[in-house]
T-cell receptor
Framework: GQQLNQSPQSMFIQEGEDVSMNCTSS?????WLWYKQDPGEGPVLLIA?????ELTSNGRLTAQFGITRKDSFLNISASIPSDVGIYFC?????????FGKGITLSVRP | DTAVSQTPKYLVTQMGNDKSIKCEQN?????MYWYKQDSKKFLKIMFS???????INETVPNRFSPKSPDKAHLNLHINSLELGDSAVYFC??????????????????FGPGTRLTVL
């Protein structure tokens, strides 16, 4: 079946630093999404990407839909403590959402 | 102004019991989903309903039976609970079917989850 690869499993950064996360797939997706999950909560949509090559920003977050439609990245600039959480990429095609395994981000003050 | 809500938040029960989890969305969406998140945080789709019609069933044991009385509700009933059913179950909804068609905006919005513990 389709699988999305996110690595590393955990990332540790200093407050104020920028961080980049990649997501790759063996299959093509028509839509890429990035979600963040806080402890005890459901995933919250951060950014959705609909076209290959699309670059979209949401505040300090920037995400891009790879040209090959098999990858995406998420950048967080000037990290703050509330950025901690699990970041999931997800690909949508053709009729369901497939999630990566998530990256747990820790931000040291 | 809750968008996708689930009850209960926590559910602790004995093996062999039957239990239900309820989900409601007030977004006016046509499609609802159930996901299971295991102890390693891996999220996997279980079911999807569009306008009360089952459209995705991901090889889930038939002890799990979703029921959609109307398009704003999708409940999950689990019979004969097993230890391996312990997980967090998330409900989600989207405006249309998750068709993956190019350029179609059908993002999924998730509920807060129900942590099921089977003893």
């Amino acid at each position: 079946g389709q699988q999305l690869n996110q690595s590393p499993q955990s990332m540790f950064i200093q407050e104020g630093e920028d961080v980049s996360m990649n997501c790759t797939s063996s299959s093509i997706f028509n839509t890429w999404l990035w979600y963040k999950q806080d402890p005890g909560e459901g995933p919250v949509l951060l950014i959705a990407l609909y076209k290959a090559g699309e670059l979209t920003s949401n505040g300090r977050l920037t995400a891009q839909f790879g040209i090959t439609r098999k990858d995406s990245f998420l950048n967080i600039s000037a990290s703050i403590p509330s950025d901690v959480g699990i970041y999931f990429c997800a690909g949508q095609h053709p009729s369901k959402l497939t999630f990566g395994k998530g990256i747990t981000l820790s931000v040291r003050p | 102004d809750t968008a996708v809500s689930q009850t209960p938040k926590y559910l602790v029960t004995q093996m062999g019991n039957d239990k239900s989890i309820k989900c409601e969305q007030n977004l006016g969406h046509d499609t609802m989903y159930w996901y299971k998140q295991d102890s390693k945080k891996f999220l996997k789709i279980m079911f999807s309903y569009n306008n009360k019609e089952l459209i995705i069933n991901e090889t889930v044991p038939n002890r799990f039976s979703p029921k959609s009385p109307d398009k704003a509700h999708l409940n999950l009933h689990i019979n004969s609970l097993e230890l391996g059913d312990s997980a967090v179950y998330f409900c989600a909804s989207s405006q249309t079917k998750a068709s993956g068609r190019v350029g179609v905006r059908d993002e999924q919005f998730f509920g807060p989850g129900t942590r099921l513990t089977v003893l």
